[in-house]
């Protein structure tokens, strides 16, 4: 009886799972982000404003806002590294392909 012989490569390699793991957790963090601001404000808008001695509502509508434009760089960084990852690993199985049929 002979041993299994192992299977085939798919061409994956720890990093290209390192990248979109990295991927997935800055776009579902960036929406995480998105809702909270946006809950906050609608909650601002809706509700009676209970604020802190010194705070004004502006200034909660303007952290929020800006708490906005994290959660968009964030979903955003997050699609870069989830292409760039795709380019990089579809680049290695051309290489791979190109070099297994003996063409450069």
Avoid: C, W
């Avoid at 952290?63 to 795709?86: E, H, K, P, Q, T």
Wanted: a positive charge; charged letters at 20%.
């Amino acid at each position: 009886m002979t041993a299994p012989s192992a299977p085939p490569s798919s061409g994956t390699t720890r990093s290209d799972r390192v990248r979109d793991a990295i991927a997935l957790v800055l776009v579902v963090a960036g929406i995480i982000v998105l809702v909270v601001a946006f809950t906050r404000n609608r909650e601002l808008a809706t509700q009676p404003i209970i604020l802190a001695k010194g705070q004004t509502a502006f200034s909660l509508f303007m952290r929020n806002y800006y708490l906005d434009f994290v959660g968009y760089g964030m979903v955003a960084l997050g699609i870069v590294v989830g292409v760039s990852s795709y380019a990089l690993h579809a680049r290695r199985l051309r290489r791979e392909r190109g070099s297994e049929r003996g063409v450069r």
